[in-house]
Each structure stands twice: as structure tokens, then as C-alpha cells.
């Protein structure tokens, strides 16, 4: 049980490409996210998911795209990446008892992003 | 408004001493959930505890116990004994019902332990 993987570990890119940060759980979770951790801060929302087809915005969607296709995957689209997105990418999960119950959310790895 | 506080950056103790991770939260709800989560410098974030918000009993695993106040709006964490395993930056963080989607993350405190 790999729990919550993501990939790349660490990618530098330049002002303008786009790239694809991969998530994936085999916990057979329903509800899956994106967040951002800028240095020294806490983590916020960026986009979250409560099953395959269905995806909604967190705190700070602008410049982002998600897609969730499968219940296992949802990754996170970056479009003409700019210098604010440089940050610490983390893909968590939890099980999807529903709205209103405080479910624990497990997180992968991260990504670390350099967008130069 | 909802707002997770850690108002100490950073603290530095040496090994086998006790230290307390203070947690402030406000929130207009009455049902909501409180998280720490540890990120050891590998940078992954581990849970380490939930509690919801009529559960104020505090609790004790092994070397890590919390302390839950709703009257001062507080969730502290104590490491007895600390570790040098234990140097990390440790997170609060609160959900509420009406939004529990959402992890409303603190700022973190890091805590060095020296030998």
C-alpha cells in the first residue's frame, strides 16, 4: 500500500511552460486535493475533488487546472507557469464520509516547483 | 472567520527536555475539527492527531500529549522528553463542518532539538 505518490519529486521550469504534477492513491479514497506551501507558511487549497468527474476550486485556483478521470489519479495542470507558483506541491486524500465530518486528509510526498 | 494561529516560529530546546506547541484557532462554527500534522525535514507531512470539536478529553500517545481548551479557543501539543527525531515543523490545522473540504493550515512552528 503506496498510500498518496506523486511525481516529479523536483522540476525547475522557465516563465511560460506548462507542465502536469502527478497524484495518485491506492487507499481507494473518494476525496482527493491540491496544495501549495509557500516557504515559511502553512498550506493552502488549491483545488479539490470528491470522486471522479467532480472537481471544484480552493483558496488559490488561478493558474491551475485539475481534472480527475479515475479515482485513483488527479493531477494538477500548471499553464504558463510564472515566478508566484514557485512552491511546494502536496496531493493529499481522505476516505469521502461526506461534507461536514472532519476526515482525516493523508498527503503524498510533494513537489517541489522552481519556476525561473 | 476562520484562522489557525501558531505564534512561535521557532523554539529550540536541547534533548530530554518538555516543550509545548501552542495552537489558537477561531472559527464561527460549532462543530469543527482540530489536526497536527508533523513535517520532519524530508519535507512529507505526517498526522499525528484529529480532534473534533465536543471531545475536549485531552490525550496522551507515548511521548505526545494535546491539550484541548474551547474557552481559550486552544489545542496545544506537548513532547515529553524530547527527541532529537522530534526536529520537524509542526502544523495546526482547523475543518469545519460547514466547510471540511478545506484545511485551514497555520503558519507552523519548527522545532529544533539538540543533542
Known amino acids: 500500500n503506496a498510500g498518496v505518490t506523486q511525481t516529479p519529486k523536483f522540476r525547475i521550469l522557465k516563465i511560460g511552460q506548462s507542465m502536469t504534477l502527478q497524484c495518485a492513491q491506492d487507499m481507494n479514497h473518494n476525496y482527493m486535493y491540491w496544495y501549495r506551501q509557500d516557504p515559511g507558511m502553512g498550506l493552502k487549497l488549491i483545488y479539490y475533488s470528491v470522486g471522479a468527474g467532480i472537481t471544484d476550486k480552493g483558496e488559490v485556483p488561478n493558474g491551475y487546472n485539475v481534472s480527475r478521470s479515475t479515482t485513483e489519479d488527479f493531477p494538477l495542470r500548471l499553464e504558463l507557469a510564472a515566478p508566484s507558483q514557485t512552491s511546494v506541491y502536496f496531493c493529499?486524500?481522505?476516505?469521502?464520509?461526506?461534507?461536514?465530518?472532519?476526515?482525516?486528509?493523508?498527503f503524498g510526498p510533494g513537489t517541489r516547483l522552481l519556476v525561473l | 472567520a476562520q484562522k489557525v494561529t501558531q505564534a512561535q516560529t521557532e523554539i529550540s530546546v536541547v534533548e530530554k527536555e518538555d516543550v509545548t506547541l501552542d495552537c489558537v484557532y477561531e472559527t464561527r462554527d460549532t462543530t469543527y475539527y482540530l489536526f497536527w500534522y508533523k513535517q520532519p525535514p524530508s519535507g512529507e507531512l505526517v498526522f499525528l492527531i484529529r480532534?473534533?470539536?465536543?471531545?475536549?478529553q485531552n490525550e496522551i500517545s507515548g511521548r505526545y500529549s494535546w491539550n484541548f481548551q474551547k474557552s481559550t479557543s486552544s489545542f496545544n501539543f506537548t513532547i515529553t522528553a524530547s527527541q532529537v527525531v522530534d526536529s520537524a515543523v509542526y502544523f495546526c490545522a482547523l475543518s469545519e463542518a460547514d466547510s471540511s473540504y478545506k484545511l485551514i493550515f497555520g503558519s507552523g512552528t519548527r522545532l529544533l532539538v539538540r543533542p
Open positions: 480532534r473534533n470539536s465536543f471531545d475536549e
Open positions: 493529499a486524500s481522505s476516505y469521502g464520509y461526506g461534507q461536514g465530518t472532519g476526515e482525516t486528509q493523508y
